[in-house]
């Protein structure tokens, strides 16, 4: 018989208590304190998604909850981004409505299955954009998501796949202070709509795979990174496949590691396709968290980078300010990954690195580069922060 109650509460936190000691051989240096202390807080992290992904979601009764990001740091979350999500049923029918904003674009994947809920058939089974439906002139858009199209419905529609499970949305945008993103929400119609009160069994159903989720989350993105050294991609990059877990068909993504010394830097110098949608680079920490990037240079996209009179792309990836105008703030870690995506690009260049002394990094500059001032980046950074808080975090 499932445990309800607080002998739930009891048998989670026990489920709990063991999850650490099993990560730890999968972590980069598992005698390293502060990586220690950098698996602790992933842990908390993945238990948080766990309990938006667990209790708070609902099929029947949906709506688009944050899966990545500021505060869901896990997994890489390019900062461009808002992900958000919502498990569905294939046989309900769904109405997604709201405001299509200025944001770059706004697209919402159907899925088969949830990598967090070690699903071993998770695959895309569709992508759509919102700039594909009938947008009204205030912004307004509104679309029905069924296996069929209902009858007599003469409206935009979009196909609900038999095997689909899940509807993952991404907001991007390029100019976080000025781009206006999107208003999505979304409704079961073939449903009552007030929700009756939740089963006491149900909810401690889901108390119970709270554990089976946080564990296997955390375990996916480490075994993830140690593959990445078991590949040796240091101080380069590499195509990375996430078609396995449902990626977009039309993005190219690039990972590797860097591994720097003090008083090192890494020189990213890479063409630019001459059609993207969007490109950007980040940098992570050991446990696959993107570095703060509402408090340092973390990232950077095509709209935020400036390029050479050349036309390439040149960056450093430094814990130093370089004073170049492109810089990938490490701060305190020395080693984590970097990663980098074309998406919807007419080609995709596989950038050069080059690891150098950071007094010689202005050798490997452009006569023509400018110099940032410590003041400029000051104010550049306090503008960026400003930018992030303008766009939803949670």
């Not at 000691?21 to 698996?39: I, N, S």
């Not at 170049?324 to 990663?339: A, K, S, V």
Request: glycine fraction near 6%; hydrophobic fraction near 40%.
């Amino acid at each position: 018989m499932q445990a309800t109650g607080l002998e739930a509460w009891e048998n989670l936190i026990d489920g709990l208590r063991p999850i650490g000691a099993r990560a730890l051989p999968l972590a980069w240096d598992p005698a390293d304190p502060v990586l220690r202390q950098d698996l602790s807080r992933t842990i908390l992290t993945q238990l948080m998604h766990a309990y938006v992904g667990e209790i708070c979601a609902d099929a029947d009764y949906p709506e688009f909850l944050s899966t990545l990001g500021l505060f869901l740091n896990v997994a890489a979350p390019v900062p461009d981004f808002m992900y958000q999500g919502t498990p569905v049923r294939s046989e309900g029918v769904y109405r997604i409505a709201g405001h299509r904003g200025t944001s770059l674009f706004v697209d919402i994947s159907v899925l088969a299955g949830y990598w967090p809920k070690a699903s071993p058939d998770q695959r895309r089974l569709a992508t759509y954009d919102l700039d594909d439906l009938t947008i009204a002139p205030d912004g307004q858009f509104d679309v029905i998501l069924s296996a069929e199209r209902p009858p007599g419905y003469e409206g935009d529609w979009w196909h609900l796949d038999p095997r689909a499970q899940r509807l993952n949305a991404r907001r991007a945008a390029y100019d976080w202070e000025n781009e206006v993103d999107a208003r999505l929400t979304i409704e079961r119609l073939d449903l009552p709509a007030r929700r009756p009160r939740r089963d006491p069994r149900d909810i401690a159903v889901r108390m119970a795979n709270i554990v089976n989720w946080t564990e296997t989350a955390t375990q996916w993105w480490l075994t993830h990174l140690a593959a990445h050294r078991a590949r040796g991609v240091v101080n380069q990059l590499a195509i990375q496949d996430y078609g396995f877990m449902g990626g977009p068909r039309n993005q190219v993504y690039l990972e590797g590691i860097y591994d720097l010394a003090p008083g090192e830097a890494l020189i990213i110098d890479s063409d630019v396709p001459a059609t993207c949608r969007y490109w950007s680079f980040l940098v992570t920490d050991e446990v696959f968290a993107t570095l703060d990037w509402m408090h340092r240079f973390s990232s950077i996209n095509g709209h935020q980078a400036q390029r050479s009179a050349d036309g390439r792309f040149r960056a450093v990836i430094s814990a130093q300010d370089p004073g170049t105008p492109n810089w990938l703030d490490i701060g305190e870690y020395r080693r984590g990954i970097i990663q980098a995506r074309w998406n919807n690009a007419s080609a995709a260049p596989l950038p050069s690195l080059k690891r150098v002394n950071m007094e010689e990094v202005w050798r490997h500059m452009p006569t023509d580069t400018p110099y940032v001032t410590p003041g400029e980046r000051d104010r550049l950074l306090r503008q960026r922060r400003r930018g992030a808080q303008m766009r939803q975090v949670w």
